[in-house]
Each structure stands twice: as C-alpha cells, then as structure tokens.
C-alpha cells in the first residue's frame, strides 16, 4: 500500500483559446485529448495512479495577460468543481513583470491557488533580470512557490542544437531529450549569481525532474561558485533553503539516489509530469522506492505528500 499522492508538475491545456493547441500538435492525440481533459477522464487516470491530488498547471507556451487570467479563470473553476482532487498553479505574463505580480496574487487571494508555475525563459530571456523579480516579491509577500518549469527553446536558442542531424533531432535535443533540463538548471545557477537571493532570503522556488541535472554536477559547482561574487549565503546553502525539486518525468532509482546523497528529505516532492508521463508509471516508481530500501517509510511518506501539505499550505482528505 502507497501513500496518499500529491503530484505537482501535471499539466493541462487550455480550451478557451482553442489556436494554442497548434504547437501541441508534434505529440500522439492520446496525450493531447488528456491535456485537454479537466473531468472524468483526468480523474480515472489519477486512480489508476493513486494520485490523491494534481496540483493542476497550463502546459508550457508564453501567454499575454489577458489570456493568462482567462486561462486561469478556467483552472479556477476547475478546482471548485473537484476541490479535493484539483489545486493549481497560476500561468503568468512573465513578459509584463508588473501584472505578472498582481495577476499571482489575484489568484492566490481571490482563488486559492498555492503558487504559480512559470516558462524557464521569455524567448531567450532568463529571469537575472532585476526587472523580473517583482514576481519573485510578490512570491514572498505572499508566502508562495514559483515553479520554475522547462518550455520551448527560442529561434535563437535552437540554432545552438542544430547540427548534422535532422531538425527533428535538433528540437529534440533542445526539448526533453537534453535542453529542457540544461537551461533550466542553468537559471538557477543564473539566479543564484544574480543576488536574487539574498535580496529575497525566504523565496521558495520548485524545479522538476530530479533537479534538473543539477545533482550529478553538484561537486564542481558548489567550489566554482565561490568565485561568482560576495553573497550572504553560498550556493549550497541556497539549495538546501530555497530550492524544492520533484521528480516529475523520472522514475528510476540511480538519479533519486544522487538527489538524495544532495538534498535534505525535506524538499524532495513526487511529481508525475502528466499527461507527458503517465501515472500508472509514477505509481510503479513509488512501489520501486518502497522495495529499493533508499528510503524508509516516513521518508517515503515526505516525498510523496507530507512535503508537498507544508510547503503549499494544503490538507489531505486521506
């Protein structure tokens, strides 16, 4: 018997505006007919998994204000549909710091939404930019994460992936099959060395997939960083405070070892990456942790949802 589940990082694809869908398209109809699923079908599959709750976020794509609030106004009615089942995470005009802000906040006071779950970049633009972070602000004041999440590599930043391949290869490799994690691992460095932290000591920030590769290079970057200028707190330090990081689209044992020997129990998060990733499949993991004695049961239980109920504030009708 597993855990209750609260799964973090799972996606849905708006259908009040209908022409984003185009860039959907490249995946099999099955994960876009469950991209746009918000009922039965979403429901059956989270029961399959045993996941308890979805803390429900819109599929990557750089969205205006406008549609951002209609887009969340959707979500919104969502989870007063099926408030057990359902949380979310606010989309964000990233591009319009200032409205971005109030637009996290309208949907945290007048809502309920638990944090907000933005692009890596704006076309190539990572959020070091002090112009970005009265997002980040308003993230603290509201006592809320920031979800950091891969998206869409910028015309400019595809030509770095290109090379004697297909083109196909190249949007691979600048999507899931490498660039995704790279440049998001990448921001948090970039923020790092920014000052943001110590300018906002208390910011929670989430990242997927096992950290993002993160983990695994650790003991070259924490000695390198020393030389990226004064800060009150080192890198380590930044991570173990400020950063959460789930598991979303990996389910084998050797990368959750390498989070572990990194992090403290205490921000790993279980996330499924659905519908990209199925939950059937998340299950499984969550059974391979139990048997693979990397983690005892209380741990287990942190991960997969006692974690989750402290840092976004939610209780669990188990």
């Known amino acids: 018997m597993v855990p209750p589940i609260i799964a973090l990082e799972e996606h849905f694809l708006t259908g009040t505006l209908p022409g984003l869908r185009a860039r959907y398209e490249v995946f099999p109809t099955s994960v876009q007919q469950k991209l746009i699923s918000l009922g039965d079908e979403r429901i059956k599959d989270m029961d399959d998994g045993e996941v308890t709750l979805q803390v429900l976020s819109h599929a990557p794509i750089n969205l205006s204000a406008d549609q951002c609030r209609r887009v969340n106004d959707e979500l ?7 408030p057990k089942r359902f949380a979310g995470f606010a989309t964000l005009p990233m591009s319009d710091p200032a409205a971005a802000a109030e637009e996290l906040e309208r949907m945290v006071e007048e809502c309920g939404f638990v944090g907000a779950l933005v692009n890596n970049h704006i076309e190539g633009a990572f959020f070091d930019d002090e112009k970005y972070w ?6 603290v004041k509201l006592d809320v994460p920031i979800y950091i999440h891969p998206t869409f590599a910028s015309d400019d930043m595809l030509e770095h992936y290109k090379g004697n391949y297909s083109d196909k290869a190249a949007l691979g490799l600048s999507a899931y099959g490498w660039g995704w994690h790279t440049e998001t691992g990448l921001h948090i460095l970039r923020l790092f060395a920014s000052g943001l932290f110590d300018r906002l000591p208390t910011l929670k920030i989430v990242i997927g997939h096992m950290g993002e590769m993160l983990p695994f290079a650790f003991d070259r970057i924490f000695p390198q960083s020393k030389s990226w200028g004064e800060r009150e707190r080192d890198l380590k ?15 084998s044992l050797a990368p959750l070892s390498c989070l572990l020997k990194v992090s403290n129990i205490d921000r790993i998060l279980y996330s499924v990456d659905y ?18 004695g990397l983690v005892d049961a ?20 188990k």
């Not at 519908?275 to 693979?292: C, H, I, R, T, Y």
């Not at 840092?311 to 669990?316: D, P, V, Y």
């Open 76 to 82: 919104a009615e969502t989870c007063r549909k099926h």
């Open 298 to 317: 209380e741990q287990l239980d942190k991960i997969c949802y006692k974690n989750a109920q402290k840092l976004l504030k939610i209780k669990l009708d």
């Open 237 to 251: 330090t930044v991570w173990h405070e400020n950063i959460w990081v789930t598991t979303s689209g990996y389910f």
């Open 275 to 292: 519908p990209f990733s199925m939950n059937d499949k998340g299950l499984a993991f969550v059974e391979e942790m139990q048997e693979s």
């Open 134 to 139: 009265p997002v980040f602000e308003r993230a």
